[in-house]
């Protein structure tokens, strides 16, 4: 099946540090990548979208100068989360797509508190 | 608007039961669907998918899914529950981005 990763799963950083978080699809060709953040019991927010080599599509409301997302490889994406703030602590979660209605895989979620 | 419904926070079986998650949809088009499932502290798990053909999807882990295109439900099944089935679990749709619902807590009681 299709695996992704995300590289680190859990991070603890201080207040106005930058962090970056890798997400890779290790078996596949991701044409598209998403990045989700989720708040305890409840569901995932879709942050944004990034197609391979373009820039990526924020959601509204999402700083796109706060989240940095770079999408360079079809198996390569990061976020990073300039600046951070203890409100950005979170469970960050990516997923990786081959095409338009090829099925989402998800990593394992990056853990982030910021102190 | 598109939206994705799960109108149960959480649902209790007895190990052994059978158990059903429900899912109703309002996405235009042809929706395509799916289910996924979350351990604590995890990453989703995809169980399975919903696009065109058979309405009667079978998974992982001995998931089932039936579409139903009258009642816009895609609920999930499984005959006999297991312990370890305990876990959160969504049922996206989908025409580009995935429309998510609330989640539904599965717990599995021995």
């Known amino acids: 099946g299709a695996v992704v990763s995300q590289h680190p799963s859990r991070v603890i950083c201080k207040s106005g540090t930058s962090v970056k978080i890798e997400c890779r699809s290790l078996d596949f060709q991701a044409t598209t990548m998403f990045w989700y953040r989720q708040f305890p019991k409840q569901s995932l927010m879709l942050m944004a979208t990034?197609?391979?080599?373009?820039?990526?599509?924020?959601e509204q409301g999402v700083e796109k100068d706060k989240f940095l997302i770079n999408h360079a490889s079809l198996t390569l994406s990061t976020l990073t989360v300039t600046s951070a703030h203890p409100e950005d602590s979170s469970f960050y979660i990516c997923s990786a797509r081959k095409g338009t209605k090829e099925t989402q895989y998800f990593g394992p979620g990056t853990r982030l508190l910021v102190l | 608007a598109q939206s994705v419904a799960q109108p149960e926070d959480q649902v209790n079986v007895a190990e052994g039961n059978p158990l059903t998650v429900k899912c109703t949809y309002s996405v235009s088009g042809n929706p395509y669907l799916f289910w996924y499932v979350q351990y604590p502290n995890r990453g989703l798990q995809f169980l399975l998918k919903?696009?065109?053909?058979d309405n009667l999807v079978k998974g992982s882990y001995g998931f089932e899914a039936e579409f139903n295109k009258s009642q816009t439900s895609f609920h999930l099944k499984k005959p006999s529950a297991l312990v370890s089935d305990s876990a959160l679990y969504f049922c996206p749709g989908s025409n580009y981005q995935l429309i998510w619902g609330a989640g539904t807590k599965l717990i599995i009681k021995p």
């Open positions: 990034s197609n391979e080599g373009s820039k990526a599509t924020y």
């Open positions: 919903y696009i065109t053909g």
